[in-house]
């Protein structure tokens, strides 16, 4: 296995909306699978395509890493319903080494998104899968997890995030 690389924040594409994928053809699949091993290398449960330097609407998240049967690949995802009520997590960001920090994020959503044929699902997801899918989706429109902190908080990781920006961040 070998990973893609990820793109570290500072990088102008990860704040950039990504494209829709409107190609569902052969290259599709072999890109998501290695998408896949990075995220598994890389010790992540979601991983958008902007993080391996792709401005495409894809990702790819596993709550439970080590079972395959959760695993999930969405192409074009759109949140389509979120719930009243909220949870506040602490998270992280493969692009964002070393940094986390509390959350609030709907605790239930429902999302529809394509698969690699291009087929339409509609998934309602809360806990964790919807934390993450939230994650994700924020990583196609730009918004990093960092964006979502209370103001204390970021002047608190202001010096980290300089690191990151000049090459001395913390390693994964």
Sequence with gaps: MKSL?????????LRSKSKAVED????????????IETMIIEGGVGLAAPQVGIS????????????????????NPRIVSTSDEVETLEEGCLSIPGIRGDVVRSSAIEVVYQDENGREHNVKAEGLLAR?????????????????????????IKPELRNLLHGRGRER
């Design 5 to 13: 690389g990820i793109k570290i924040y500072g990088d102008k594409l």
């Design 24 to 35: 569902f053809g052969s290259d599709l699949s072999p890109f998501l699978e290695q998408m």
């Design 56 to 75: 495409k609407k894809i990702a790819v998240i596993n709550p439970e890493p080590e079972n395959t049967a959760t695993l999930i690949k969405m192409i």
């Design 132 to 156: 993450i899918i939230q994650h994700e989706i924020d990583h196609l429109n730009g918004v990093l997890f960092i964006d979502h902190l209370s103001l204390a908080k970021k002047a608190l």
